[in-house]
């Protein structure tokens, strides 16, 4: 069964600082890893997601993810952070790409950006 | 125009109601998913459903009972509510592009 590791609650960064967000992830065969992020009352909203090629993805607001695959890891990053980043990140793993597959969530990261 | 819509947003209960949550997608896909996030956001899968069939269940009381009248559309029915159902409610669907669309949510409270 695959699974997801988030290894840090909370992460907080200065405003204009790089950011780092860790995920590792235990799959039998091939990974599809995706990160969401939660805004507070809000729903999940996919930021990116890794399939296949490129072992960096760009995604949405600015936001980048390293596959790596030696290190079985998947870590989202930011260049330069804003107050706004401000939110619940998510790390997911896909079992596959049947009907029958599920996304696994990871316990999530509460990212905080000071001014 | 929202993809994927959960109704109602907000559900307060006493203990040993039935409740439904509905919702609805406008997204074309095939398969549809209920998770449970709790009070320490902890995100876990509830059911999932692929063109009205029931394809996941994950060790879900069978107070909860999920029904799928068309492939846009998975309500969720609750039976005997207890207080610790009380949690945020989501929906989602999902096609061959592996990610999923969430809604936005349904936050029941059980008292």
């Known amino acids: 069964a695959q699974s997801v590791a988030q290894p840090e609650d909370q992460v907080n960064v200065a405003e204009g600082n790089p950011l780092t967000v860790k995920c590792t992830y235990s799959v039998s065969g091939n990974p599809y890893l995706f990160w969401y992020v939660q805004y507070p009352n809000r729903g999940l909203q996919f930021l990116l997601k890794?399939?296949?090629?490129?072992?960096l993805v760009k995604g949405s607001y600015g936001f980048e993810a390293e596959f790596n695959k030696s290190q079985t890891s998947f870590h989202l990053k930011k260049p330069s952070a804003l107050v706004s980043d401000s939110a619940l990140y998510f790390c997911?793993?896909?079992?596959?790409?049947?009907?029958?597959?599920?996304?696994?969530f990871g316990s999530g990261t509460r990212l905080s950006i000071r001014p | 125009d929202t993809a994927v819509s959960q109704t109602p947003k907000y559900l307060v209960t006493q203990m040993g109601n039935d409740k439904s949550i509905k919702c609805e997608q406008n997204l074309g896909h095939d398969t549809m998913y209920w998770y449970k996030q709790d009070s320490k956001k902890f995100l876990k899968i509830m059911f999932s459903y692929n063109n009205k069939e029931l394809i996941i269940n994950e060790t879900v009381p069978n107070r909860f009972s999920p029904k799928s009248p068309d492939k846009a559309h998975l309500n969720l029915h609750i039976n005997s509510l207890e207080l610790g159902d009380s949690a945020v409610y989501f929906c989602a669907s999902s096609q061959l592009d592996y990610g999923y669309t969430f809604g936005s949510g349904t936050r029941l409270t059980v008292v």
């Open positions: 890794y399939i296949t090629g490129d072992n």
């Open positions: 997911a793993v896909r079992d596959g790409v049947s009907s029958a597959s599920k996304i696994i």
